[in-house]
């Protein structure tokens, strides 16, 4: 029976990486360190509790930098899928500067992990003209980085041509890569952490918790088999205040008829089945 929604619950697990590449300092460096020394062990011992499988993104630094945090994921039963190296942005690279940070990063994630990563979602969402169809090429099934759909999974485009010149635009074609459609407003990120030096205004975690709660009460409501995929980061969610808010968000979905909670290479697996049939 198909369910009525399926609800992706998703970590990028940087680590610090970003700072690391940044060269920031010690203050910069013990933000991501949270992720890994706190907010880590907070989310898996709320998944356990609530019997919910979910997907990791995992820079390859992370893996190397903070072993037994990546493990400890693992051993949970969880997804682990690549995040870049040092949480580059791929935009920012050349092609073979690209293949080889992906190649680094999935020779990492798989001896974490004991098998090939699937899924890749892009540091930043930030992705090049030739990035999906690197992604492709190097045998992934899956991309989490476009915002095209809300709940719908799809098939990538690429080969897009956009001349700004001119004014014209011609769209690619469909390659094998599904897309999982992801969102800013579904992030924690952009609520609850500045991103700058100077601390900024932060959204309180009952704000946050609306957004997200109408959203799901709309992708509940608007049609069957939809995916709501929800983005993380343990170093923001693993705070007090907006694990309780996770704690409210998860109760509210479990108490809507027909929805569940997957891992997003299950999704896709199944996702891939019902479009062969």
């Not at 990546?70 to 050349?94: K, M, R, S, T």
């Not at 999906?132 to 095209?148: C, P």
């Not at 709940?151 to 074609?173: E, I, K, N, P």
Request: glycine letters at 10%; charged letters at 25%.
């Amino acid at each position: 029976m198909a369910h009525r929604l399926t609800v992706a619950l998703t970590f990028d697990h940087d680590g610090i990486a970003s700072e690391v590449r940044r060269g920031e300092g010690p203050t910069g460096i013990s933000r991501g360190e949270f992720g890994p020394r706190v907010g880590v062990g907070r989310i898996l011992e709320l998944l356990a509790r609530e019997g919910i499988a979910s997907t990791w993104f995992v820079p390859g630094h992370t893996v190397e930098t903070f072993p037994a945090s990546v493990a400890a994921v693992v051993d949970a039963g969880h997804e682990v899928a690549c995040h870049g190296w040092l949480h580059e942005d791929l935009a920012a690279l050349g092609r073979d500067e690209q293949r080889a940070v992906l190649e680094r990063s999935i020779e990492a994630l798989t001896r974490a992990a004991g098998g090939r990563p699937i899924g890749f979602r892009a540091p930043y969402w930030s992705l090049g003209s030739e990035t999906l169809a690197i992604v492709g090429s190097l045998g992934f099934i899956y991309d989490s980085s476009l915002m095209d759909d809300d709940t719908h999974l799809h098939l990538v485009r690429v080969g897009d041509v956009h001349d700004a010149v001119a004014g014209v635009s011609r769209m690619g074609q469909e390659d094998r890569l599904v897309e999982v459609p992801i969102s800013w407003a579904l992030d924690d990120w952009p609520h609850f952490e500045p991103s700058t030096a100077a601390v900024g205004p932060m959204s309180a975690p009952s704000k946050v918790l609306e957004i997200w709660l109408e959203e799901l009460r709309f992708a509940w409501g608007a049609d069957d088999s939809g995916v709501l995929t929800i983005t993380m980061h343990p170093e923001a969610i693993g705070r007090g205040s907006r694990m309780r808010m996770l704690e409210r968000f998860i109760a509210e979905a479990k108490s809507l008829d027909g929805v569940v909670f997957e891992r997003l290479d299950r999704v896709v697996e199944r996702w891939l089945a019902s479009a062969e049939t």
